[in-house]
């Protein structure tokens, strides 16, 4: 089966500049996470979408960051604006339920924010 | 708070050493462990979790509750094994579950 498909795979912007990320899950996959990992940490949970509901997106900085997964399948990620702490390597996985089902990664996009 | 400390950064050991990657964490509920692992260039990937009490790789984790560790561990090491190791532990609150993760280990197998 074809994997969790990201783009773009790298990007850099300036300061105060928008960005948006694009996620596929893998096909049937109800569940979609985006992940925050910055150098040296470990995956941070940004949102969690249900099909097309948010679930979780206690950690996201809403006065920034906005995500949606319209129709269930694909979903978006953006930063506007773009801060110089928002470097970093931005994950979306996907898994067939929440919870202890497997969770299965793409291959991340790398921000540098300048 | 409910969090995962995985105290070591780096990780070396030669081929054929034993090998033992730390994580504890720290929950109120029942846990629910995990071993991610990502190899160079390639994704993050799912190694093992507690709950199927599975041997991957050579590589196994017992949960120590009294310890609250899930240490991850293999007799001896390969090459191949090289790569950064990710603790998680699956957090059930209002509702949602999800992961939460260490900061990582690198372990580095040297020939």
């Known amino acids: 089966e074809a994997g969790v498909a990201q783009s773009p795979r790298y990007k850099i912007i300036e300061k105060r500049q928008s960005v948006a990320f694009w996620c596929n899950p893998i096909s049937g996959h109800a569940t979609l996470y985006w992940y925050q990992q910055i150098l040296g940490q470990g995956p941070k949970l940004l949102i969690q979408f249900q099909n097309n509901g948010v679930v979780d997106d206690s950690q996201l900085p809403k006065d920034r960051f906005s995500a949606e997964r319209l129709k269930g399948v694909d979903s978006t990620l953006k930063i506007q604006p773009a801060k110089l702490e928002d470097s970093a390597v931005y994950l979306c996985?996907?898994?067939?339920?929440?919870?202890?089902?497997?969770?299965?990664f793409g291959p991340g996009t790398r921000l540098t924010v300048l | 708070a409910q969090r995962v400390t995985q105290p070591e950064k780096l990780l070396s050991v030669f081929k054929g050493a034993p090998v033992e990657l730390k994580c504890n964490y720290s929950y109120s509920g029942s846990p629910e462990l995990f071993w991610y692992v990502q190899y160079s260039r390639q994704r993050l990937q799912l190694l093992l979790r507690h709950i199927s009490r599975e041997s991957i790789k050579g590589f196994t984790a017992d949960l120590n509750k009294g310890e609250t560790s899930f240490h991850l561990k293999k007799p001896f090491a390969q090459e191949e094994d090289s790569a950064m190791y990710y603790c998680?532990?699956?957090?059930?609150?209002?509702?949602?579950?999800?992961?939460?993760f260490g900061k990582g280990t690198k372990l580095t197998v040297n020939p």
């Open positions: 998680a532990l699956n957090r059930v609150a209002g509702g949602s579950e999800k992961l939460v």
């Open positions: 996985a996907s898994s067939a339920r929440q919870g202890l089902d497997t969770q299965y």
